[in-house]
């Protein structure tokens, strides 16, 4: 800090002049980067299983939840803590920093996160062929830059090194030629890769309803539950569209009936949340996914004993009934997690006491979550009860430290049915 700095406790504010001013203003940016990369270095440190081993899908929306804000509104600040700082892979063996130099002199208070976020960009524009020597030169030239240049000149410093380094640029892309097709491939794990091409018209028709599903929502940590960009919203739009066309009364299944899944489990692994699970007789998911399963109304539930022999063969209609799920709709008017505003069709019922435990399938012990909410509640501190008739929620110690209990405003602000 400059001597300026030690102004401030012997003259108001309004006494400084100019000069002090503007000196105290630059000091006081410095010590806020510097700070800023202190907050950076605890994100990149919980980047490492920190986020999972909390019940949250990612950094992004542990963040968000934290920050009390929204994924889109940290997403460029998570990104940045985890290319300006070193990770850990398994024995705790450290991974270098994407931009270590860059991490340094973020550190220091010299460059701002805009500068760091341009030489990261940069960074990753460099070809692979080019040696890691010629990297950190780079690098090194460029945060050399920014500690004085504003951001004008550092982007054209950015852009004469590509030049350098890529003088070709990226090779083109072939377009191919519009058609109706798809190809998938399953994998060992269960995953599944889609490949394929829309005419114009199927395509107009396919983006009509994806892309307002994959616009991102301000008041929901959910989006997204990955660090993440638009391609990720896209999926989870796209498996949103899947979801409310099974949900559809007339959507066929293999046997031309209705769409449902088939779940094997055996009741002990069920209630511990170990073990395996089966997914229609083919995909191995975890115990933990099969106990968020079983809240769907289109599941089967088939609970086995220790001997593998069949328990119990739920039925669909013994779970939740579009009678039910219609009373869900007008008490919750959508995901009754706080702060959320997903809207009923895109709700899943949650069991408060899982029906597995004795649960009853009926109004009082039911609730409409959105499918995010509903993983975060099956895999984190987050704690539901029914008050009153209605779901509250109490949030993690590390979100409040006093647990004050949490309930939808969202909704409950809006008309309700008749």
């Given at each position: ?7 401030v ?6 006494q ?7 000196a105290?203003l ?14 950076y ?74 500068h ?24 090194r ?7 004085n ?13 590509r ?16 058609a109706?097709?798809m190809?998938?491939h399953?994998?060992?794990d269960g ?39 638009q ?53 191995d ?29 739920g ?19 959508g ?17 408060v ?5 004795g649960?009853?399938?009926?109004l ?25 008739g ?11 430290p ?17």
């Open positions: 800090m400059s001597e300026t700095s030690s102004l406790p012997q003259r108001e504010l309004w400084l002049t100019a000069r002090e001013k503007a105290l630059r000091d006081e940016l410095m010590s806020l980067w510097q700070q800023e990369s202190r907050v270095r605890i994100i990149a440190d919980l980047d490492n299983g920190g986020s999972r081993e909390l019940g949250y899908a990612s950094t992004t929306a542990l963040v968000a939840e934290i920050a009390r804000t929204s994924s889109a509104a940290v997403r460029k600040m998570v990104a940045r803590a985890i290319a300006l700082n070193p990770s850990h892979g398994v024995g705790g063996a450290e991974i270098p920093a994407a931009a270590p130099l860059t991490g340094q002199a973020a550190a220091e208070g010299a460059i701002s996160p805009q760091a976020d341009a030489i990261v960009a940069a960074l990753r524009s460099i070809p692979a062929t080019v040696s890691v020597e010629e990297r950190e030169r780079t690098e030239t460029l945060v050399d830059l920014a500690r240049a504003g951001m004008s000149e550092l982007a054209q410093g950015c852009q004469r090194l030049d350098t380094l890529d003088p070709d640029g990226a090779e083109p892309r072939e377009t191919p030629e519009p109706r097709s190809r998938w399953t994998r060992k995953s599944i890769k889609f490949d394929g091409y829309l005419d114009p018209i199927s395509g107009a028709k396919t983006l009509a309803l994806l892309e307002p599903l994959a616009k991102p929502r301000k008041d929901d940590p959910s989006d997204n539950p990955l660090v993440c960009g391609a990720e919203r896209n999926g989870d739009a796209f498996m949103e569209m899947v979801t409310l066309a099974a949900s559809h009364p007339e959507s066929p299944n293999r046997s031309g009936t209705r769409a449902d899944l088939i779940v094997t489990i055996t009741l002990n692994d069920l209630k511990a949340k170990l073990g395996k699970a089966c997914l229609d007789m083919v995909t998911i975890t115990a933990s996914e099969a106990r968020i399963l079983a809240c769907d109304c289109k599941i089967i539930p088939a609970i086995l004993d220790g001997a593998g022999q069949p328990l119990e063969m039925r669909a209609k013994r779970l939740v009934t579009e009678a039910i799920r219609y009373m869900l709709a007008i008490r919750d008017c995901c009754a997690f706080p702060g959320c505003s997903r809207k009923p069709r895109h709700c899943e019922a949650h069991h006491l899982p029906w597995h435990a649960g009853k399938t009926d009082g012990n039911l609730v409409l979550l959105c499918g995010y909410h509903h993983r975060l509640l099956h895999n984190s501190d987050w704690t539901l009860r029914m008050v009153n209605h779901p509250e929620f109490t949030p993690p110690a590390f979100l409040d006093w647990r004050k209990p949490r309930t939808n405003t969202i909704h409950t602000a809006q008309p309700r049915a008749a």
